[in-house]
Structures are given as structure tokens and as C-alpha cells.
């Protein structure tokens, strides 16, 4: 009884937030000067008018379930992994050498491409992984700082392998391409691609993993209480490195399918792409499970997509979308929902007494 | 508990079905015979004090001059490129830009799929292979950083100039090596200091550059790294007046830093743009599949209006006979690395 009550809480926190999110957005165009309700009619309009919008709406909803899962898993096991933005690069890196670098049939090559995503994305995550359970390192330094090495890594070698000087690589080859041609004219040409079914195997697979198996189990009890585990002789080390790993695999599994689906090439970037840091605020607002990581996802994707045609349609710079995505995690951190009906509940318990 | 949280509920859903009735009204819009243009800014955006910009004010000219419709969108990372061309594509603009090479995949893409529309491309020669609808747009930068560094290799009091690349790339290089070549030409034992900043929007990288630069004896720096050139500005600012000097690119830049700008490389990609739009409205004629290079000659590349305040006119004289030079091709500016060697054998 109590646990569900719990769970209708999480639920309602983060749905108030969204809302309050979406207010506070709206008073900041009031003051500006904007007409709040045309635009979120923009926004959401935009988000589903065609098939094209449709089908780019989900293309921008998929990595952000991937690195949201990212970073709810490692959450589950009490650990706070910053660096899904290094291991989505390491993840689009691996990737487009494998496209690029080797000749391989389609589908296998494609294949191929995601597996060495994934692997590269948990070999990136398992250093800091391996530090924490080793040394007592904590992870969130080292993961930010890996997330600089990833970066600057990729550069060096798009400008110096992978390109001839260019500042970004060539178009893969179609073999290893994740877009499918019969479901992109599904979606009037827009560039969804098999990301979004990764995506979707992938929360299936986080619930299986924690609430179906043992070690899941064993990664939720690692996160509950570290000692009480190891008292009841649970591999701590293990749970927290293969935590990271799996984090990590699901962030790169986001970067090669982007990479693979989305933009076909790999250009050196001057700063983060913010889908990893995107991630966090997924994996918040979804209170690090995967049916509300799969809901909180979908939202912050309409509201990417949607947010650029408020731009066109009511001139509303796109910062208030990154104001609103702000205030939305302000109120799901500071909890304000519990906090509003704490007070009332300890009003009505002495009514009744 | 619960009475209140449904208020709340109650209030939000309001809310949301307030915004969805306002939905129906905005559709559509006006359709005049007007000449309608779309412009996408790259990752800079469009106050970058650069060429999105310059191409803006190239749109807001044909707003004025030919009663065009304008609109822009701006976009927030690479693979918003095609959305947001496809946006405009869908809503039938007359031509529709793609600012910046970055564009150089993007515009291909769209230009297929959108057979009927035509798009513009600045800064980028698609590789020679220009689809029939659409213009490509592209300037020799060379030869107006070859005047930058024949004044900043005359004016150099401590022979050691700099030069501030963005992300390392072949027209980026262009800038470079036209700099270089001006510099070499004028005062041979001067030396360059190249460094790239690796990005064209991290300020803060673009002011310690210049920072260390300037505090290793150079005393004019040469920018041509879009949004990262502002630091370098904010850092000639704090620098004593006369002594420390910055060059400006794409725009006068000289209302960053007043007393500390000697001049900046103009670059009209706003002419550019106005003049294929002119064009296609008033003798509807459009450049299709082919490449429009504009340089010295055309006036679309060289030194700001405003360079006589600080360059002095025996110097301004020797770069209006360096240009006349270099239309008359008797000199010819070096465009990369290669060429470059050339160039001073």
C-alpha cells in the first residue's frame, strides 16, 4: 500500500514539475514580451503537425532515452555517471571507424558498427568504474574529466585519420547505415532510424536486468547500502564496475546510433553536443526507471524539436525551451510536490486527532 | 492532501487545453506574390558579430529594397541543418540559405529531396559538384588577409604578429595563408605566430590565445575564428592604447574595441546574398550548379571603411597598391600551404 502510494508521489512530483516548468516559461515570454500560449501551441503543434515532424521528433527522442538510461542505471547503483557525454562520443568514434575503416556487407556492417558503439562506450565507462571500486576515486571527477579526453581524442583523430585535414569525416557508406529507407518515406523523408528500437530494447533490457535478475538485484541492494551488501556477501567492486559498464554501453550504443542514423559523419566539435548532460535531467525527471525515462524522455524531445519551430513560427529565441528545461528539474530535485503536501498531511493528521 | 494536488492538477490541464485551442489559429499565414526568402544560421547564430550576421543584413536589404519576407532560423547543433532547411523548404521560400560550410553535406541532401526549391550555400564549393538548384557562394579570403598582413607587417613594431585560426580547416587556412603571404611580402623578417583555437564559438579560449600571444611580444593579431575573435578583443581592450592592436574579419569589427582595432578583413557575404536575390526578383535569373567566387575585384573581400583611423595614409596607399597588384594578377595570393612555398621562392 505504501509502496504505491510512493510511486503515485514520484509520478505526480514529476508531472507538477513539468507543469510549473512549463509556467515559468510562460511568465518569462509574458515579460518579454511573447504570447505564451501561441507559442507552446507552436511548440506542440510542430512536435506532431506531419509525418516529417513525427518522424524527427522520435529521431531526437531516441539518444535521449539512451543516455537517460545511462544514467539511471548507474544512479540505481548509487553511482553518478557525468560522463555519459565522453562515452556517447566514444560511442559515435567507434562507430564511424568501424563504417568507415572497414568493408563489411550491410546490415552486419551496420551490425557491427553498433556492437563496437557499445563497447566502446563501456571500455570508456569501465576506467572510472574500476577506479571507484580500486582507489575510492570518485567517479564524477573522473568521469567530467574523461568527458574532455573523449572530446578532444575524437578531434585529433577526425582531423589527423579520419579525414585529410578536413574538419569533419566523409558520409559513411550506406552498408553501415542504421536509417531504413521504407520507414523514413513512412515518415515523409525525416531522418528516424533503428536508433529508436535500440532504444526501446535497451529500457526493456535495464527492467529485466534490475528487477528480473540477480545481479540486478545484486546492483539495486549495491546502491540501498554499500556495507549491508558486502555484509551479505555481494561483490561490491563487481556491482559498481559492471554498473558503469552497462552505463556506459547504453551511452555509447546513443552515440553510434547517432552517428549511424542521424548525421552519417563525425565533425570535430568545439564543445560537448549536451545529449549526455541531457541524459541527467532524463534520468531525474524519470525517477531512473524505465517507463518514466521512456515518458521523460518523449518530453524533452518534443520540446528539442518543437522548441526550434516556436523560433520559426512565433519568433521565440529557443533559450526559453532551455529555461523551461531548467526549471522543470529545479522543481523535481527540490521536490516541491512532497514538500506542499508534508504540510498538508501534517495539518490533517491532527484535524483527525 | 489530496483536494489540494487536484487543484494543482486541475489548474495544469487548464493549462494545456488553453495552449491546444490555440492551435488552430495560427496556421497558414498570408500568401502574397512577395519575394520570400529563408536564411539558417550555422552554430554561431545570428549575432555572431560575423558572417551569419553579414548574410542577415544581406536578407534585412532585400527586405527594405525589394520587399522581400525574410525569416531565419538559427540552429543549436550540426544535425539541426536539415531540419530546419527542410522547414523552410516545406513552406515554399523563393530561395532558402545555408550559412557557413558546415552546410557542405546538408544542402546536397535537401536540394535533392526538394528538386523544385532553390537554396544558396556560402562559404563552400560543395567539392565542384554544385546540384542545379543550388548557388554556391565563396570568397577569396586570401586575398583580403593578404592586405591585412601587408598593413599588420608595416605597422609591426616588435616584428612578431599573430594569427587566431577556428577549427582547423581549409578555408580557415585560406585566411592564414593570405595573412602570412601579406606579411612576407612587405616586412620579410617579421614572423607569424599561428595558433588554432579549435572552435568558433569558446570566447574564453579566443582571450587567453591572445592573452599569451600578446605577453610573448606580438603586437597585432589577426582573427579569423567567428564568435572565439571576441576574446581577442576583450583582451586588446585591457591593453595599453596604441601599442597592442587586433584585426578584425567578416564585419568592422571595430566597434568591439575602438582604440585598439587597426582595421578588419571585410567580407560582404550581405552584398553577395543581396545581389543573387536582386537578381533572381527583378531579371529572374539564378545561378544554378555554378560556383559565384567574389574577391578584390568585386569589392567583396579587403580592409573596413574605417581602417584610415588608425593606419596611416602611407600605408593605406601601399595597400591600395598591393589590391591594384593583385587585380592586374601581377601578384598572385597563395591560397594553402603549397602555394605558400611558392610564394616566397
Known sequence: MQLIQRKQSTFLTSLVSVLLGMLVGAVMMLVAGYDPIQAYAALLSSAFLMP?????????????????????????????????????????????????????????HAVVAVIAGAIGGALWAFLPGLLKATRGVHEVIVTIMMNFIALYLSNVLVRNWLSAGADSTEKIPSSASLRWDSLSSLFGGARIHMGIFIALASALFMYYLLWRTTSGFELRAVGFNPDASEYAGMSVKRSLILSMMISGSFAGLAGASELLGTSGYLAIQGAHTGIGFDGIAVALLGANTPGGILLAASLFGILTYGGSNMQFVEGVPFEVVRVVFAAIILFVAANIVRWGTQKFRKKAVKEHA | MKRKSWGILFLSILLIIATGCGAGGNQGGEKGEAFSAGLVTDTGGINDESFNQSAWDGMEKAKKDLDAKIKYLESKRDEDYLPNLTRFAREKQDIIWGVGFKFNKAIPEVADQFPDHKFGIVDDNLGGKIPDNVVAVTFKEHEGSFLMGVIAGSMTKTDKVGFIGGISSPLIKKFEVGFRAGVQAVNPKAKVTVVYAESFTDVAKGRSLASNMYNDGADIIYHAAGGVGKGLFDEVKTREKGKYWAIGVDLDQSKLAPDHTLTSMVKRVDVAVFDIMKDMKENDKFPGGKQVELGLEEDAVGPAETSDKHVPDKIMKKVEDYKRQIIDEKIEVPSNEQELKKFKS
Open chain 1, 52 to 108: 516529417y515532424d513525427i518522424g524527427e521528433t522520435i529521431r531526437t527522442i531516441s539518444p535521449l532515452i539512451l543516455t537517460g538510461l545511462a544514467v539511471g542505471l548507474a544512479y540505481r547503483t548509487g553511482l553518478f555517471n557525468i560522463g555519459v557525454e565522453g562515452q556517447f562520443i566514444i560511442g559515435q568514434l567507434a562507430a564511424t571507424i568501424i563504417a568507415l575503416k572497414l568493408d563489411l556487407p550491410p546490415v552486419i
